[in-house]
């Protein structure tokens, strides 16, 4: 079991790996221009990598609590220990970016997009690490372009635990426990995929629906919630957990990311709200979800990927145990790296492909120095820090709840 485990991990980690490359493709200058070169309008589908990772994260926190007989303080403890050293580092990061090019001479839309006035910004980097910053209504600054995916993770985080607090006051064991949650998620995703079809074929009555229905569909918490669900399935080894070397073929994990880019690619990704973009919302996303859900499914059976000694592979594990570094800090280092064009490659702005090519080599060297840095002297003493925490509130629980007296030491 030992050396299984340890490649369903590996595997999990690839997909992280490719999901932050996703998202960092999604992000570059060069992929629009590349893609302006078709003949055909085509959209960019790289931001379904954050989906990937939602569907990802509810899978691995459930099978986490699970394991750990869902242990919500010391949870707690390991997410905050785990999450927010990084994410003051980001803001910190951010900032020290904005005053570097805050101190140039800009023109009118360098200033709008790089130097975002010091109130909003400080209002906005305490949102980020306190995971509140979709309740911001005026939109965000530059640097916080991909901070929405984790205040969605963060409201999961604090959401979950006290779901799970309050499941603990009418059930006692782990099964039940599990039954209550894996009923609620699935309930979550019903409701939200009710959501998406009434886009696709009654638009008017999406209005009608509640608010907290619409804002959970929007910001797509049914990919983590088929997380959830697929770690219920995994733990009972029932539904989709039936896997067989047939099902490797079925459902290969090339297939399962190809259909979701290339059905996203025909869609039209400038509308975001639900009703205004009713093929993406009822037909796009939850084919795509379907897809991540096999994908994870693979990798929880050790049949996502199968050369694992392969030099791709191990660069991809590399990359996704850096992923949630590499998703940090990808802005700031733009905008470093923009103003470094300026300085020394003015020329290159007067051409979309010149700058294209010369920020995704220059950001992404500047990017691997960044998150090495991070991940080695702030993720691993910090994550290591909250474990250590949380095994000391585990064993004082433990503790409180032997006899006391002689009998404690029988």
């Known amino acids: 079991m030992g050396k299984q485990q340890r490649f369903q991990i590996a595997d999990i980690q690839v997909l992280r790996g490719i999901a932050v490359l996703l998202v960092i493709l999604q992000h570059w200058s060069i992929t629009p221009t590349l893609l302006g070169f078709f003949p055909r309008k085509i959209s960019m589908p790289f931001y379904s990598g954050v989906e990937l990772f939602f569907v990802i994260s509810g899978f691995v926190i459930t099978l986490s609590l699970m394991k750990n007989h869902y242990n919500v303080p010391a949870f707690l403890i390991k997410r905050i220990f785990r999450l927010t050293p990084a994410v003051v580092c980001f803001v910190l990061v951010s900032a020290g970016v904005r005053g570097m090019i805050a101190g140039q001479q800009l023109s009118d839309w360098a200033k709008a997009t790089f130097v975002t006035p010091m109130h909003q910004f400080l209002r906005e980097g305490l949102s980020v690490v306190a995971g509140y910053f979709l309740f911001i209504s005026n939109g965000s600054s530059y640097y916080n372009g991909a901070m929405w995916s984790l205040s969605v993770e963060d409201q999961f985080y604090i959401t979950f635990a006290l779901v799970i607090a309050l499941i603990t006051i009418f059930y006692k064991t782990t099964h039940k426990i599990t039954g ?21 074929f009654w638009p008017q009555v999406v209005p009608s629906y509640p608010q907290v229905l619409l804002y959970i569909t929007g910001w797509r918490f049914d990919f983590i919630a088929l997380g959830v669900l697929l770690a219920y399935a995994f733990d009972r080894r029932k539904g989709p957990f039936k896997a067989t070397a047939t099902d490797r073929q079925l459902y290969s994990s090339p297939w399962m990311f190809c259909i979701p880019l290339g059905l996203l690619s025909l869609m039209d990704d400038s509308l975001t709200g639900l009703a205004q973009a009713p093929l993406l919302s009822g037909i796009g996303y939850p084919l795509t979800g379907i897809c991540f859900m096999v994908l994870v499914r693979n990798a929880a059976n ?7 000694e392969g030099r791709v592979y191990q660069f991809l594990a590399y990359v996704g145990d850096r992923s949630y570094a590499y998703y940090l800090f990808q802005f700031p280092v733009f905008a470093i790296t923009w103003l470094l064009v300026l300085k020394f490659d003015p020329a290159a702005f007067s051409s979309a492909v010149h700058y294209g090519v010369v920020q995704m080599v220059v950001s992404a060297f500047i990017l691997y120095y960044v998150v090495e840095f991070i991940y080695n002297r702030v993720e691993l003493p910090m994550t290591a820090l909250g474990r250590r925490l949380a095994e000391r509130v585990t064993r004082k629980a433990k503790g409180a709840d032997q006899p006391s007296g002689p009998a404690a030491t029988v």
């Open 180 to 200: 209550a949650i894996a009923w609620i998620a699935g309930s979550v995703y019903v409701a939200c995929l009710l959501v998406r079809l009434s886009c696709l």
């Open 302 to 308: 050790n049949m996502a990927f199968t050369a694992r």
